[in-house]
């Protein structure tokens, strides 16, 4: 059986993010690889920020994924979160172009002998009664000053209305296996709370990210911890769904991956975290090393741990 490709297409909540100056941006799909097993899965993640249905189309890159598409791929589809802004060049119906456009994903990878998978959008951190949560994904939810803003209750405010119907309404029409994922990410951040929930999205305080000098309050984009958590229960749920995937999870407690696509980026401030945690009845922490290069000092766990390296480690210690 020769490899398997799931290519994902989306918005910014699913898409690959840049680790510089610290980036503490993620897509969940970023994180879906350190879930997969490299040998027998190669995930090629296509989601871009900001980018709704429409525009993936129109500009040329899901002509790009499409003829990449062989027998038995996976083509992953979650759009939403920018189909639902009134710009021209964003903007569709659900119902009507937003289900379209869904419809040609999934006709169009079956053509190639691809499975698709359509997936609805995750939840907005909205506790409150906000008109402008939509705006505030590319404002980074900045509040205006002199505004008097709702205060946050102990419910979630769906923010996308009929966009999330769509998904699960073609996937029925088109018998197409369809994941919940706002269904799994409402669980997630309401069970968390107005405050705790926080902990999974992009909230930086002043001074303390070189990415984000100014600081950041963002209730969409999630950061390192809430996108490995997700993409771990999104997965989860997918390989109840989709029994031939199953095979090929792997389990992991912590993930390094200079590539963003982990826990942490350097090897040694992982080993100082791991080495600082109380381990129940000497359980072994089960820590992936991903492919890459990583340097610093001689670094050694000095709790029990179950380290797997993927293929391609290079290490350079001073």
């Known amino acids: ?136 994904d590319d404002s980074f939810g900045k509040i205006k000053k002199g505004v008097e803003q709702a205060k946050e209750g ?15 309404v073609v996937a029925h029409e088109t018998n197409t296996f ?3 994922m706002n269904k799994i990410s409402h669980q997630l951040v309401e069970g968390l709370g107005p405050e705790k929930s926080k902990k999974l999205f992009c909230w930086v305080p002043k001074g303390t990210c070189r990415a984000c000098p100014e600081g950041r309050e963002d209730n969409t984009h999630l950061n390192v911890y809430g996108a490995r958590l997700l993409s771990k229960l999104t997965t989860d749920v997918i390989v109840k769904e989709i029994k031939a995937l199953s095979p090929f999870i792997r389990e992991n407690d912590y993930v390094i991956a200079n590539d963003g696509s982990g826990d942490f980026l350097e090897l040694d401030k992982a080993v100082a975290f791991i080495n600082n945690l109380v381990i129940p009845d000497e359980k072994p922490v089960k820590v992936l ?8 000092e001689d670094v050694k766990f000095s709790v029990p741990v179950n380290l797997v390296m993927e293929k391609e480690v290079e290490f350079e210690y001073k």
């Open 1 to 136: 059986m020769g490899k398997i490709t799931i290519f994902m297409i989306g918005d910014s909540t699913m898409a690959n993010k840049s680790v510089d100056n610290d980036n503490p941006e993620r897509g969940w799909g970023q994180m879906l690889q350190s879930l997969l097993d490299p040998e027998f899965v190669c995930v090629e993640n296509h989601a871009m920020n900001g980018r709704s249905s429409k525009s993936f189309i129109d500009e040329g890159r899901w002509a790009v994924v499409l003829q990449r598409i062989k027998p038995g791929d996976y083509v992953f589809i979650q759009f939403g979160h920018n189909d639902e802004k009134t710009a021209e060049r964003l903007h569709t119906v659900p119902g009507k172009s937003f289900d379209e456009n869904l419809r040609r994903f999934v006709n169009e990878t079956r053509s190639r002998g691809g499975i698709p998978v359509l997936f609805n959008s995750i939840v907005r951190r909205n506790f409150r009664n906000n008109p402008d949560a939509v705006k505030e």
């Open 289 to 296: 090393l991903r492919k890459g290069s990583y340097h610093g």
């Open 154 to 168: 102990m419910r979630l405010v769906d923010t996308h209305g009929d966009y999330l119907k769509s998904p699960e």
């Open 178 to 180: 369809f994941i919940d």
